[in-house]
């Protein structure tokens, strides 16, 4: 079993680019989300999803943007990046019935860089 | 606002000793995680603890659930080298199924 799966894993974008982070899980799990982890911190949610076709702001939510189109992907759009976005990204997913463990799947994690 | 607090957020100790970390909130959560990360990798469970007042221990590791599910505690029992890395609590919410962390307390274990 892949997981979860993070592309890229490193990315160097100018300041104003656009680019889209993609998480893909093989678990069939229906809960998704996108943080970000930045030196010294833990990790900040950005946005989340129960669902396909459905998706929430999170603590951080500003500056992204996310889609949820099919059950296993979860994507992580950036329209004009900044260089406050740069960060770890983690990408995770727990299935519905989380009470059992609580146990969140992790990515390995993007590390984007803006200049 | 960090609904989680964790304290402290350094602790450099020597190998052998006992220490306590702490995870705080206003909030009532469903269930408490608590994961460990290593450099460079995604953050990794250690424990999830769900009943108020449970306790939980794995090998030197105990943890903890506040009686109000509102704060979690860890301590370890003659810290070692490898317990070295960075200890982050993640709580839970029923009303938005959102999982939030705290900012984790970074832990060195001196030989």
């Known amino acids: 079993n892949a997981g979860v799966t993070q592309t890229p894993k490193f990315r160097v974008l100018k300041t104003g680019q656009s680019m889209t982070l993609l998480c893909a899980q093989d678990?069939?799990?229906?809960?998704m989300y996108w943080y970000r982890q930045d030196p010294g911190m833990g990790l900040r949610l950005i946005h989340y999803?129960?669902?396909?076709?459905?998706?929430a702001k999170g603590e951080v939510p500003d500056g992204y943007n996310v889609s949820r189109l099919k059950k296993q992907n979860f994507l992580l759009g950036l329209e004009s990046a900044a260089p406050s976005q740069t960060s770890v990204y983690f990408c995770?997913?727990?299935?519905?019935?989380?009470?059992?463990?609580?146990?969140?799947?992790f990515g390995e994690g993007s590390r984007l860089t803006v200049l | 606002t960090q609904l989680l607090e964790q304290s402290p957020q350094f602790l450099s100790i020597q190998e052998g000793e006992n220490l306590t970390v702490y995870c705080n909130s206003s909030?009532?959560?469903?269930?408490l995680q608590w994961y460990r990360q290593e450099p460079g990798e995604g953050p990794v469970l250690l424990v999830t603890v769900v009943t108020g007042g449970e306790v939980k221990k794995l090998k030197r590791l105990t943890f903890q659930f506040g009686d109000a599910r509102k704060d979690s505690s860890l301590h370890i029992t003659a810290a070692q080298p490898g317990d070295t890395g960075l200890y982050l609590c993640?709580?839970?919410?029923?009303?938005?199924?959102?999982?939030?962390f705290g900012k984790g307390t970074r832990l060195h274990i001196l030989p």
């Open positions: 993640a709580g839970g919410m029923n009303r938005d199924d959102k999982i939030i």
């Open positions: 678990m069939n799990h229906e809960y």
């Open positions: 999803s129960v669902g396909e076709g459905t998706t």
């Open positions: 909030s009532v959560f469903s269930s």
């Open positions: 995770a997913s727990i299935p519905r019935d989380r009470e059992n463990t609580g146990e969140l799947f």
